[in-house]
Antibody, heavy 121, light 111 residues
Framework: EVQLVESGGGLVQPGRSLRLSCAAS????????MHWVRQAPGKGLEWVSG????????GYADSVKGRFTISRDNAKNSLYLQMNSLRAEDTALYYC??????????????WGQGTMVTVSS | NFMLTQPHSVSESPGKTVTISCTRS????????VQWYQQRPGSSPTTVIY?????PSGVPDRFSGSIDSSSNSASLTISGLKTEDEADYYC??????????FGGGTKLTVL
């Protein structure tokens, strides 16, 4: 069974950092692009960042560029999101999502359950 | 970057057919594939349509997708509505500069 399990969320003060992880299982991780998508409470979906199978292509939403860094460790079947200089508006449920293919531009097919990040003093 | 605009909400009766639109603000709707995701309350999104009109395995053929270049929009059509179809639906497309764009979402009420 294909599974994505996010972790690392929590309550953090503005300006601090947090690192999210996504553990993948049930598929050949390094065959697929991966993404982070967030959803603020009561709001819609917002793509945050994506990475191709070999980390050769990476993209960020303008709202997080320069503050967040996506990475992956294919040997550990894991995706990461390093979030620095956090702001109140980064408060959201963060989903990990798998692409249909290995490129950044391939659609998403499987989503995790999400990990909640709350930025507040 | 472009935007994808969806109606905030739609409602229809069980057994009927509903269509949700997704209009691209700039650039051709046909230049990049459109996906549709369903999100039931309290759950993660799931894919109901990918690459404009393809259904993942397990998605019933009551769900169909299309694009219309004349209106520069994509549509998700759900026929034979069931109460279980009540959910938020999001369209999505790729901006070739390594960005993905989601529509604002449409709340479907089946009453």
């Amino acid at each position: 069974e294909v599974q994505l399990v996010e972790s690392g969320g929590g309550l953090v003060q503005p300006g601090r950092s947090l690192r999210l992880s996504c553990a993948a299982s049930g598929f050949t991780f390094d065959d697929y692009a991966m993404h982070w998508v967030r959803q603020a409470p009561g709001k819609g979906l917002e793509w945050v960042s994506g990475i191709s199978w070999n980390s050769g292509s990476i993209g960020y939403a303008d709202s997080v560029k320069g503050r967040f860094t996506i990475s992956r460790d294919n040997a550990k079947n894991s995706l990461y999101l390093q979030m620095n200089s956090l702001r109140a508006e980064d408060t959201a449920l963060y989903y990990c999502a798998k692409g249909y293919g290995d490129r950044l531009g391939d659609a998403f097919d499987i989503w995790g359950q999400g990990t909640m990040v709350t930025v507040s003093s | 970057n472009f935007m994808l605009t969806q109606p905030h909400s739609v409602s229809e009766s069980p057994g009927k057919t509903v269509t949700i639109s997704c209009t691209r603000s700039s650039g051709s709707i046909a230049s990049n594939y459109v996906q549709w995701y369903q999100q039931r309350p309290g759950s993660s999104p799931t894919t109901v349509i990918y690459e404009d009109n393809q259904r993942p395995s397990g998605v019933p053929d009551r769900f169909s997708g299309s694009i219309d270049s004349s209106s520069n929009s994509a549509s998700l059509t759900i026929s034979g509505l069931k109460t279980e179809d009540e959910a938020d639906y999001y369209c999505q497309s790729y901006d070739s500069s390594n960005h993905w764009v989601f529509g604002g979402g449409t709340k479907l009420t089946v009453l």
